[in-house]
Structures are given as structure tokens and as C-alpha cells.
DNA sequence: TCTACTTTGACTAATGTTGACTATTATTAT
DNA sequence: ATAATAATAGTCAACATTAGTCAAAGTAGA
């Protein structure tokens, strides 16, 4: 019995015209204003129900002609791998953890060496430059997260 | 579905002519009137589509025969364009820029269609997800202009 | 009752549009 | 030549139009 609430009924629409077609593009408002909702509800709906872990990317604009877009991808099969990397990472990653990392995704054929190489480059310390080593592993970790969670999807 | 607004459509407009020549030189006046918008609306165009990131040069003329001229550039082929781009970043940049960025150098064929999906996740807002919104544009910046030499000097 | 989930709205942020005013260059009149 | 005028483009700030965030209040199920 669920989809009692305004939240599923939503959810359940946008899904349902994701049926037909690979990605959606709504007006927040005119979404709000067809189930009478305020127009914050169709925010929440998105990130409770649209998330990368169920196979939706979500982008926006704002402004005169602002929209919300909803693209339904195909989740590859290394999500478990990917998910206890991303568990160990944590909140904090050295250069050299990153690089290994990087080097058993590419001996995963996850990554091409190129690739590899071109993502050590983005996250290397001499990159970084940050004076602070704790942040500097901080920012590493989540730059290495927002990768790994890209990879689930093609 | 995307381009409800007059701006996105100028943009169009005058890529398109682009996609044919190399450069396009216009009478600001005269594209105004042709999309029923203020003058400076193509000013606006301009400074939010076309800028260096984007891969355009844009020089101007004013008074009787005046004009503006847009020209495509490549980001890496060029030592000079590629210096006032890093110029251009600065130690700060935005996750606007740095899309505008990456999609240029997909452009040039300097990087594929998913080099730079996976790039674009590495520097997006919601992957640092810094609470300091200077500190976030800095590492941004640190970040892309890595990446930036390293494929210059591949 | 307790807890997790949902609903609401005030406030914030990003983007787009407009027009008054300014700056520059070319042309014309003196 | 020089000065006045015309013909361009540039800047900036006010206003308009969207979406995002956050936390308080409400609700329903164990």
C-alpha cells in the first residue's frame, strides 16, 4: 500500500512518462501548481527519489527559461566495487592511495590508462597546491568520490 | 526542449553561422531588431556564451561601421589563447566556466565525450561540496589548470 | 510514544531582460 | 584643421523569472 502521499503520487508520474523516454524536462512550478504542492516539494521528491543510486542524473537552471531535467541512465555492473571504494575512502585520501586506486580501476579496464592518467593529474598534491595536508585530503577524497560515483552509470 | 529563452536562441543563431566559418562579425543593432530585444541583450549573449572559456574571441568596433566579430578558437593549439584562458581562470573558478571548459576541449577533439563527463564530476559543486564558496572555486581552478598542462604537454 | 518521513514557506542564489547613461569612432560643417 | 554631430558599441544597475536550501511544523506507522 504505498503511494499514499503527495511525494509518491509525484514520484510515480515523472516515472511513469520515464517510461517512454529516456529524460524529462519540467518547469518546478508548473509541477508544483499540477498537484498543489509548493514548489520546494518537487525538490524533495527529486532527492529522495531520483537519486544516482536508483539511476537518475538531475540537472537544472535557473532564470527565465529554467528547467529540470531527469535522465534515466543504465547502471553498470561494478557498483559493489565501486561502492566498498568509495566506503574506504572515507572523508580523507593521500596522493598515494588516490594513484593505487586509480591504477586497479584501470586494472579493471573501469578507466582507460588515459583516463587514469589524466584523473592523477586533476587530484595530484602539485595540482592541489592546497597549504593545508588535512584539506588537501579532504578535497582529494571527495574529487575521488564524485569519479567513483560517476563510474556506476554509462 | 532545451532554449526557452531569447538569449539560449541567439546563441543558437550564431553558432550556427559558425559552425560553417570560422569567425562572424555582426551589427549589434541588427541582431537586436532581428530578435525584438534590447541592445545590450546581445552584449549579455555574448558575455555569457561566447566568452574564451567557450572557445570564441570576440573584438569590437564602435561608431559609424562599427561591429562585433566573434571568432572559434581551439584552447591547446594556440600558446596565446591557452595563456589568457589561464589567465582568464585565475585562482578562482566557476562550475559554469569549468563545464564551458571541458566542453571546449571536447569540442577540439582534445578530449572525449566521457573524459569530460568524468572530468566535470570530479570538479562539480556537488562532488567538492565545500561549505566555502571562495575555497571551492580555488581548488576548482587548481584543479583544471593541472589538467590543462597536463594535456598540453602529452 | 517515538521516529522517520513528509509538507510548508521564508529566505537565498542563479540567470535573464531592460533601459538609461557612457565611450568610441566616423562623418559633416565651419 | 577643428568642432559639432551622428552612428555605433559598452557598462551597469534595477527588475524579472526561475530553482535551491533549510529548518520548523505536521503526519503516519511501529
Known amino acids: 500500500m504505498q503511494g499514499q ?3 509518491d503520487i509525484i514520484e510515480r508520474y515523472l516515472k511513469e512518462i520515464l517510461a517512454d523516454s529516456e529524460e524529462i524536462e519540467i518547469r518546478r512550478s508548473e509541477i508544483a501548481d499540477q498537484f498543489d504542492v ?3 516539494q518537487i525538490n524533495y521528491v527529486i532527492k529522495t527519489r531520483f537519486t ?3 539511476g537518475y542524473l538531475v540537472e537544472s537552471k535557473r532564470g527565465g527559461g529554467g528547467y529540470i531535467r531527469i535522465e534515466k541512465v543504465k547502471l553498470l555492473d561494478d557498483i559493489d566495487v565501486l561502492d566498498s571504494l568509495i566506503r574506504v575512502i572515507g572523508d580523507s585520501l593521500s596522493e ?3 594513484i593505487s586506486i586509480l591504477g ?3 586494472e579493471d579496464a573501469v578507466l582507460s590508462k588515459r583516463e587514469a592518467s589524466i584523473l592523477a593529474s586533476a587530484i595530484a598534491k602539485s595540482s592541489l597546491n592546497l597549504s593545508d595536508r588535512n584539506l588537501e585530503e579532504q578535497v582529494r577524497a571527495k574529487i575521488m568520490v564524485g569519479i567513483l560515483n560517476h563510474l556506476r552509470y554509462e
Open 38 to 40: 509548493v514548489p520546494s
Open 52 to 54: 544516482i543510486q536508483n
Open 104 to 106: 586497479s580501476l584501470y
Open 5 to 7: 502521499n503527495i511525494s
Open 96 to 98: 598515494r592511495d588516490a
